[in-house]
């Protein structure tokens, strides 16, 4: 058994691609991924073995998706409002995200997608004015 292989597992968490190691876990930012998958160029956080497995699981995008506040009710009667913010892929894909994640990439359907960049500071500045 080969001691130097280090213990890396990818799960999947609140829709987001996230690494497990003996030191706890990381979220790997949507440009490490797409450096790794699309243009080959690895990192600590995203190796070679690492995309080696990935693509085995998964179908990833180069294309962004776009983040769009919903505003929804939650009850039959309407009387309860709650906002989310929902991921949309071009083929109409959506998922709801997990804002306290500070995630820039989700996975839908088995298929990672990164954000359009800047999209998660404009959705703040949104929130912040209301």
């Given at each position: ?6 213990f ?13 190691t ?5 979220i790997?930012?949507?440009?490490e991924?797409?450096?790794a ?6 990192s600590a956080?995203?190796t070679?073995r690492d995309?080696?497995s990935l ?10 998706v ?11 009667n309407?009387?309860?409002i ?18 306290q ?6 996975v839908i359907d088995n298929?990672?997608f ?8 404009d ?8």
């Amino acid at each position: 058994m080969n001691e130097n292989i280090e213990f890396r597992e990818w799960n999947i968490v609140d829709g987001v691609l996230s690494l497990i190691t003996i030191s706890g876990s990381s979220i790997p930012t949507a440009d490490e991924i797409y450096s790794a998958v699309f243009e080959h160029i690895y990192s600590a956080s995203v190796t070679l073995r690492d995309v080696d497995s990935l693509e085995k699981r998964f179908s990833f995008s180069r294309y962004p998706v776009s983040l769009n506040i919903i505003l929804k009710s939650n009850n039959d009667n309407g009387s309860r409002i709650i906002l989310a913010i929902q991921a949309k892929s071009e083929n109409g894909d959506c998922e709801s995200i997990s804002w306290q994640q500070h995630a820039d990439h989700i996975v839908i359907d088995n298929t990672w997608f990164p954000f359009t960049p800047g999209s998660q500071n404009d959705i703040q500045s949104i929130l912040d004015s209301a």
